[in-house]
């Protein structure tokens, strides 16, 4: 079975800084990898994917995120964060075949101050 | 290009009670799941509909059940409400059950309150 694991339930950082969430896998198997972003009282929104191609996905807004197979991680980034990407960040797997319902991480909570 | 959409936006009511709530679609989708979202929780999956029939479901009691219609729309219902089933229910379509890399697209969500 797949999973992931968000190492920070929280995160605050300032307008105009770095951004980094963080996120491990667990799966037997090369995994599909998400980031769902979820705005309060909005539903979820694919910020990028990782499928196996290359190791370092830009998505929308800014974010990227890097696949470490060594360090089996898939940490989100953002060189510059704004007030609107205050948001709930999920880490998503995929299974699959039969098994390809999405498994998702418990969240990070991203806070960005003036 | 419509995305998904779900119905209602809210619902409250009371222990006991059954419940229906609706998805439609992205254009183009075939495949429907269900995840229910506890209050500062990630979605947890409920199962995935595709030709009409369960395909996957995940660690839910057989109170909750669902189907799919020919348009590829679908319905989760729930009977004999609890407490504990108060959440944001989202929906999510996607091009075929078993394809690793499609996207799956999330609607707004429907929010059930059981009081």
């Known amino acids: 079975a797949q999973s992931v694991t968000q190492l920070d339930s929280h995160v605050s950082v300032s307008e105009g800084t770095p951004v980094l969430l963080r996120c491990n896998y667990s799966?037997?198997?090369?995994?599909?990898l998400f980031w769902y972003v979820q705005h309060p009282n909005k539903g979820l929104q694919l910020l990028l994917k990782?499928?196996?191609?290359?190791?370092l996905v830009k998505g929308i807004n800014g974010f990227e995120a890097e696949f470490k197979k060594s360090e089996t991680s898939f940490h989100l980034t953002k060189p510059s964060a704004h007030m609107s990407d205050a948001a709930e960040y999920f880490c998503?797997?995929?299974?699959?075949?039969?098994?390809?319902?999405?498994?998702f991480g418990t969240g990070t909570r991203l806070q960005v101050t003036l | 290009d419509a995305g998904v959409t779900q119905s209602p936006t809210h619902l409250i009511k009371t222990r006991g009670q059954q419940v229906t709530l609706r998805c439609s679609p992205k254009?183009?989708?075939?495949?429907v799941s269900w995840y229910q979202q506890a209050l500062g929780q990630g979605p947890q999956f409920i199962f995935q509909?595709?030709?009409?029939?369960?395909?996957q479901r995940g660690n839910f009691p057989d109170r909750f059940s669902g189907h799919q219609f020919p348009n590829y729309s679908s319905e989760l219902n729930v009977n004999a409400l609890l407490l504990g089933d108060s959440a944001l229910y989202l929906c999510?379509?996607?091009?075929?059950?078993?394809?690793?890399?499609?996207?799956?697209?999330f609607g707004p969500g429907t929010r059930l309150t059981v009081l």
């Open positions: 999510a379509s996607s091009l075929g059950p078993d394809t690793s890399t499609d996207t799956q697209y």
């Open positions: 799966s037997s198997y090369s995994p599909s």
């Open positions: 990782y499928t196996s191609a290359a190791t």
């Open positions: 998503v797997v995929r299974g699959t075949g039969t098994a390809s319902k999405l498994t």
């Open positions: 254009s183009g989708h075939d495949t």
């Open positions: 509909y595709y030709e009409e029939e369960e395909r």
